[in-house]
């Protein structure tokens, strides 16, 4: 069964970093491309970043370059995202998704960036 | 990449059919068969119900459809029913190799 389970979540102080990982079973991430979305409280999805199958190839958003990172580690099969600057508006529930339909969604970790 | 334009909400009863619209750009939606429709319930995670412009994951009812004209791509649920009432979100791949998410529809059965 197709699963991604993420985890790494909390409440952070602004200027501080994180690193959210999002682990897969039921198939590899050398297979697929994977996503990060996140989802601000009240707020609408927003596209963060992608990771291609070959793991070489990664796109991000406008909003996120430079403090925000996609990698993977295929050894354990998770993904990550490496959120570097919280700011206050970082505050969100940060789902990962397989595929460029992004057919299957864990159920988010939700991050919450405040003194 | 500014997002999608998606109604902020659309209402029908029972049993009637609605359409969701989502309109971009060349450089997204029109350029490209990679746009896809998800619907989020309260609390829940986004769930795929068409990719490709009008496919359907196996598992979906067929009362969801979707189509495109040019730059604007729609969601159409037929036969709507109680259990439809959710927020519907449209994305798409972009010229840029990255995707973009739709503003998001709010979708009230009466």
């Known amino acids: 069964q197709v699963q991604l389970v993420e985890s790494g979540g909390g409440v952070v102080q602004p200027g501080r970093s994180l690193r959210l990982s999002c682990a897969a079973s039921?198939?590899?991430?050398?297979?697929?491309?994977m996503h990060w979305v996140r989802q601000a409280p009240g707020k609408g999805l927003e596209w963060m970043a992608v990771i291609l199958y070959d793991g070489n190839n990664k796109y991000s958003g406008d909003s996120v370059k430079g403090r925000f990172t996609i990698s993977r580690d295929t050894s354990k099969n998770t993904l990550y995202l490496q959120i570097n600057s919280l700011r206050s508006e970082d505050t969100a529930v940060y789902y990962c998704?397989?595929?460029?339909?992004?057919?299957?969604w864990g159920q988010g970790t939700t991050v919450t960036v405040s003194s | 990449q500014s997002a999608l334009t998606q109604p902020a909400s659309v209402s029908g009863s029972p049993g009637q059919s609605i359409t969701i619209s989502c309109t971009g750009t060349s450089s997204d939606v029109g350029g490209y068969n990679y746009v896809s429709w998800y619907q989020q319930h309260p609390g829940k995670a986004p769930k795929l119900i068409i990719y490709?412009?009008?496919n359907r994951p196996s598992g979906v009812p067929y009362r969801f459809s979707g189509s495109r004209s040019g730059n604007t791509a729609s969601l159409t649920v037929s036969g709507l029913q109680a259990e439809d009432e959710a927020d519907y979100y449209c994305s798409s791949y972009t010229s840029s190799s990255t995707y973009v998410f739709g503003t998001g529809t709010k979708v009230t059965v009466l």
């Open positions: 039921g198939f590899t991430l050398s297979t697929d491309a």
């Open positions: 998704a397989r595929d460029t339909t992004m057919d299957v």
């Open positions: 490709d412009v009008s």
